[in-house]
T-cell receptor
Framework: DTAVSQTPKYLVTQMGNDKSIKCEQN?????MYWYKQDSKKFLKIMFS???????INETVPNRFSPKSPDKAHLNLHINSLELGDSAVYFC???????????????FGQGTRLTVV | DAKTTQPPSMDCAEGRAANLPCNHS???????VYWYRQIHSQGPQYIIH???NNETNEMASLIITEDRKSSTLILPHATLRDTAVYYC????????????FGQGTILTVHP
């Protein structure tokens, strides 16, 4: 069983399109995240949700809109895609809560987005 | 967020111990030291974490200095599959598990 799964694994699309990436975790975790890894391999957090509520928003353009329909899912919708959005996007989850922040993160295998 | 300093790259012979250092002199009192690695094109993988005591699990050992300003990750018997980028990340407190990745150390294990 894959703990954190993302779909699709690869996504090639044209500038200006709108696309979504889906993430699901079967670990029963309360907190989920989206990270972006750019062409220089630098990993940076974008968003975090705890129990379906947004708790971290790292100054990401409004074109990026995360949605968490339930604790096990965190999707990322991107409007009006730009060339600079090309990157690998990783979903992650942890059992972190306000009671205990110190838990390990489990990452998905990534979605490689290429905007042409 | 605490800043970290790691050597950009290290080499290790297969079967030998790999010792990866990290400086985190600005770590907060309630932050743990986490180590993750990223094998080429895969998602980051958790290795180990600790607060102030040394820790050991099936993957590695973590040695934290008494002043908590630096730590060393030890892979006791490196294999070719341990070739990866290794990240040292202070995290915890009120960060809700947020991980701030630095440049990491590219560890190359040679036959």
């Amino acid at each position: 069983d894959t703990a954190v799964s993302q779909t699709p694994k690869y996504l090639v699309t044209q500038m200006g399109n709108d696309k979504s990436i889906k993430c699901e975790q079967n670990l029963g975790h309360d907190t989920m995240y989206w990270y972006k890894q750019d062409s220089k391999k630098f990993l940076k957090i974008m968003f975090s949700y705890n129990n379906k509520e947004l708790i971290i928003n790292e100054t990401v353009p409004n074109r990026f809109s995360p949605k968490s329909p339930d604790k096990a899912h965190l999707n990322l919708h991107i409007n009006s895609l730009e060339l600079g959005d090309s990157a690998v996007y990783f979903c992650a989850s942890t059992a972190a809560s306000w009671i205990d922040m110190n838990t390990e993160a489990f990452f998905g295998q990534g979605t490689r987005l290429t905007v042409v | 967020d605490a800043k970290t300093t790691q050597p950009p790259s290290m080499d290790c012979a297969e079967g030998r111990a790999a010792n990866l250092p990290c400086n985190h002199s600005t770590i907060s009192g309630n932050e743990y030291v986490y180590w993750y690695r990223q094998i080429h094109s895969q998602g980051p993988q958790y290795i180990i974490h600790g607060l102030k005591n040394n820790e050991t699990n099936e993957m590695a050992s973590l040695i934290i200095t008494e002043d908590r300003k630096s730590s060393t990750l030890i892979l006791p018997h490196a294999t070719l599959r341990d070739t990866a980028v290794y990240y040292c990340i202070p995290s915890g407190g009120t960060s809700y598990g947020k991980l701030t990745f630095g440049q990491g150390t590219i560890l190359t294990v040679h036959p």
